[in-house]
């Protein structure tokens, strides 16, 4: 069952997983629960790809992994180009007033240094892209092996929101306000971020605790769920 869920073949492994459980018999039994509990997760999330069911598996994923979901299940890339292309597209633009954006991030790194080779298409284009959160690091390398926080997609999820969106104070709305939770500081480099994440509904503290677990790894299935969100909020159709 669990080489059928890394293949990305969800419904397999969930069969199998269930013939385990309806047996009912040995110490297989909450391991098989378990394991088909995270595989629903997985379905709730829709992977659209196989490489996406393939990662939603992941108990941690990279920056690389993030790349790949955001451009194959998200398609953000026609959003965002879209968007920085004609940032007011009911509007008047004077000829030659709209320009691509800079691509100085993307420039920064090369292809030689992403150190995910598999990845190393999707982790360029999404430096591409310019996104906080997205870029790579001041030396120029792409870091797209370093496992990716909840800190860190709250960023992401900040920088995409605040471009596809007609409001323009997203970047800063919190900043300077009480903290809400008891694990981020006001002052944290991502606390508008975070903020910003769990007010839309895209992200969510503990319900018990109200803890947000800023430096907790982000599983696949986990940054698929967030991402249909942040589909939802910007009205992107999946």
């Not at 069952?1 to 047996?23: N, T």
């Not at 992941?58 to 890339?77: H, T």
């Not at 900040?158 to 694990?183: A, K, Q, V």
């Not at 002052?187 to 503290?205: E, K, T």
């Amino acid at each position: 069952a669990r080489a059928e869920a890394q293949a990305g073949d969800i419904d397999a492994a969930l069969d199998s997983y269930r013939r385990v459980i309806a047996r009912n018999r040995g110490v297989l039994v909450s391991r098989a629960m378990a394991e088909a509990e995270r595989l629903q997760v997985i379905q709730r999330a829709a992977p659209g790809t196989r490489l996406g069911a393939q990662i939603a598996n992941l108990d941690q994923i990279s920056l690389a992994e993030m790349a790949v979901l955001l451009l194959e299940e998200m398609k953000l890339e026609d959003p965002v180009r879209q968007r920085r292309l004609d940032p007011d597209p009911g509007g008047f633009h004077p000829p030659g007033s709209i320009v691509e954006a800079p691509r100085e991030v993307a420039e920064k790194t090369t292809a030689a240094n992403i150190t995910t080779a598999w990845a190393r298409p999707w982790v360029q284009r999404a430096f591409d892209l310019g996104l906080p959160g997205l870029e790579p690091m001041p030396d120029g390398t792409s870091a797209a092996d370093r496992v990716v926080t909840r800190a860190q997609f709250a960023r992401v999820v900040e920088g995409i929101l605040s471009l596809l969106m007609d409001e323009p104070d997203l970047s800063s709305r919190y900043i300077g306000e009480t903290s809400r939770f008891p694990d981020v500081r006001a002052d944290h480099f991502s606390y508008n971020a975070i903020a910003l994440s769990v007010d839309r509904g895209i992200m969510r503290p503990d319900s018990v605790s109200g803890r947000f677990r800023p430096s907790d790894p982000v599983s696949g299935a986990e940054a698929l769920l967030i991402i249909r969100e942040l589909q939802n909020a910007v009205r992107m159709e999946f």
